[in-house]
């Protein structure tokens, strides 16, 4: 037997190994059968309900943050600036107005959310949740 027919013989049985030893993928699941079991196999695969609970609950968490930057800290910051009105505050343009007082409450409001998102994750982290 020459060298070139060992070395095909032996890459022969490697692959036979190979193809033994690697992992056959999984049989896809059966399809479900009507348009209810079809509906309920979608929101499960999807996770649909916990996406709807969480935009929910965000919505909820946007309100609680704007009622606090307003009532709470707005307060606060209208002690350090005397007009009080900041997210009213404007610069006329012409006849128009550039409304930066409201863009700045937006990223404030911004600001606190991924404050309060940060410090949840860091807590999710520590108790080894993710």
């Known amino acids: 037997m020459s ?25 896809p699941a059966p399809k479900p059968k009507g348009f209810r079991a079809e509906f309920k196999a ?4 999807r996770n649909v309900i916990g996406l709807a609970l969480a935009v929910i609950i ?3 968490a946007g309100k609680l943050v704007s009622a606090l930057v307003e009532d709470i ?4 910051i ?9 997210r009213e505050a404007s ?23 991924a404050l309060i998102v940060f410090v949840i994750m860091k807590q999710l982290e520590k108790i080894g949740l993710e």
């Open 3 to 27: 060298n070139d027919e060992t070395q095909r013989e032996i890459l022969g049985e490697l692959k036979k190994i190979r193809l033994a030893v690697e992992p056959k993928p999984e049989p």
């Open 73 to 76: 800290l707005m307060p606060i």
């Open 42 to 45: 979608f929101l499960e695969k």
């Open 58 to 60: 965000g919505g909820a």
């Open 91 to 113: 610069i006329p343009i012409g006849e128009d107005r550039l409304l930066y007082g409201h863009f700045a409450g937006a990223i404030l409001d911004f600001l606190i959310i």
């Open 78 to 86: 209208s002690v350090v600036i005397p007009s009080g009105g900041w």
